[in-house]
């Protein structure tokens, strides 16, 4: 969850017992920004270590759901500067995660224009848009969603301003687990100004049941575990 706009030291009670853990980040100044994880409480998610920004602007969980590793985080890039901030964040994740890697951002950009913009232009240049592109493929970063829809069009925030629908929300695993992706898509735009992006991922340390991990409305990434 990008946007999660909780006050640090005054995150709430929330009522969503099917939840048995949340992590926040929150920025220290005012209830702008921030970002939150929900671990639903039938995953057996372990936390090892975190990685919390002061400024609301990422979060990150190493653990073990089950006897997999996993490095789970959310990221809320800025809307402007992008690239410094991105490769940045990214570039601290590596150094810290480990296992596989499971990403939700609220990256404030097109990475691809021509099909993630109604407008099929980005405020952002061409040739930053192409570093963020390398920089993601230098981790081996996939963006799921694109990844199995590579030529379809959908978007996941309005823009009221530029009169535009943009797909500015991602869910990236590493290439080296696409074969744990069982599907992914994208929610309409509901109570928030943005929509959910699902993906569904296969850990093949888990007892032959279904976990299932759901965010209901919101500026949010969620993803089910089988």
């Not at 100044?29 to 990685?51: D, E, H, M, N, Y």
């Not at 996939?142 to 069009?153: F, G, L, S």
């Not at 009221?160 to 696409?178: C, G, I, M, T, W």
């Not at 898509?185 to 299932?212: C, E, N, T």
Request: charged share 20%.
């Amino acid at each position: 969850m990008q946007e999660s706009h909780f006050k640090l030291g005054k995150t709430p009670n929330l009522p969503l017992n099917y939840f048995s853990q949340w992590f926040h980040s929150c920025y220290n100044k005012s209830r702008s920004r921030g970002v939150t994880i929900a671990i639903k409480k039938s995953v057996p998610f372990t936390l090892q270590a975190s990685l919390i920004d002061a400024e609301g602007r990422f979060l990150f969980l190493k653990g073990r759901i089950a006897n997999t590793p996993v490095t789970i985080a959310s990221l809320y890039a800025p809307n402007s500067d992008q690239t410094a901030s991105l490769s940045n964040t990214l570039g601290k994740l590596k150094s810290f995660g480990d296992g596989m890697f499971i990403i939700g951002g609220d990256l404030n950009l097109a990475l691809e224009p021509g099909l993630d913009s109604t407008s099929k232009r980005s405020h952002t240049s061409q040739k930053n848009l192409v570093r963020i592109r390398r920089f993601l493929q230098s981790l081996n970063l996939i963006d799921i969603w694109r990844i199995t829809h590579p030529q379809e069009k959908d978007y996941t925030f309005y823009s009221e301003a530029h009169k535009s629908y943009q797909r500015l929300d991602y869910l990236f695993v590493p290439s080296n687990n696409l074969q744990n992706v069982i599907q992914a898509s994208i929610g309409i735009i509901g109570i928030s100004d943005h929509a959910l992006v699902l993906i569904s991922i296969k850990i093949d340390s888990l007892p032959k049941r279904s976990f299932y991990w759901r965010l209901n409305d919101g500026n949010k990434q969620h993803f089910e575990v089988y």
